[in-house]
């Protein structure tokens, strides 16, 4: 099943915080996290993995709850170039490989 | 360029008419993964392959979408008889999987496909 992300949009000012959540229904292996312009190809921002490794930009944070198979991403100090739309990636614990996007969070940064 | 490429970029096409595309992954990556993406929703799992072999399918997919990585390298995603509702981006990604690691995942551009 699709992972389910809160909230659907939010607008920012340059400088704030944001929190995107994403959760599952299912055992997870592994989280990913990505940004999408418009027009533009999905670009990878983040893995989080069963166990508590993960992997990605420096500038990015994220959260991964095993029991309730929930992630949070973190957008602290935001920046005009965090504009977009973000997904959360879900793999299954039992289908390695088979992954569920959810419906984006839509975030706008402004001046 | 080094990333993963995608051909044609953009198709538009008769419903009822077969369409292929092309993906070609970052060299070496063994998996590749083919998604469709529709306005204002994530991309949708249609199928990967892990060098050659296709292990999994979407159960949304229908007997009228294919895919092959015939040797482990380029993969093609063909539509037969194409409706309406196949209207879309289709999104190609690759990575490189050793055992339990990390599984980045670089997607491409895109072919986005029209149906009239």
């Known amino acids: 099943q699709q992972p389910v992300q809160s909230p659907q949009a939010v607008i920012l000012r340059e400088g704030e915080d944001a929190v995107i959540n994403c959760s599952s229904s299912?055992?997870?292996?592994?989280v990913h996290w990505y940004r999408q312009k418009h027009g533009e190809a999905p670009v990878f921002l983040m893995i989080?993995?069963?166990?508590?490794e993960q992997k990605g930009h420096e500038k990015i944070s994220a959260s991964f709850n095993e029991k309730k198979q929930q992630s949070s991403l973190y957008l602290t100090a935001s920046q005009l170039s965090y504009s977009g739309t973000y997904f959360c990636g879900t793999e299954p614990a039992d289908s390695w490989g088979k992954f569920q996007f959810g419906a984006g969070t839509q975030v706008v940064v402004t001046p | 360029d080094t990333g993963v490429s995608q051909d044609p970029r953009h198709k538009i096409t008769k419903r009822g008419q077969n369409v292929t595309f092309r993906c070609d992954p970052i060299s070496e990556h063994n998996r590749l993964y083919w998604y469709r993406q529709t306005l204002g929703q994530g991309p949708e799992f249609l199928t990967y392959f892990q060098n050659e072999a296709q292990l999994e399918k979407s159960r949304l997919l229908s007997d009228r979408f294919s895919a092959e990585r015939p040797k482990g390298s380029f993969s093609t995603l063909e539509i037969q008889r194409t409706e309406q509702g196949d209207s879309a981006m289709y999104l190609c990604?690759?990575?490189?999987?050793?055992?339990?690691?990390?599984?980045?995942?670089?997607f491409g551009p895109g072919t986005r496909l029209t149906v009239l």
């Open positions: 990604a690759s990575s490189l999987v050793a055992g339990a690691t990390y599984n980045e995942q670089f």
């Open positions: 989080l993995l069963k166990g508590g």
């Open positions: 299912k055992a997870l292996y592994s």
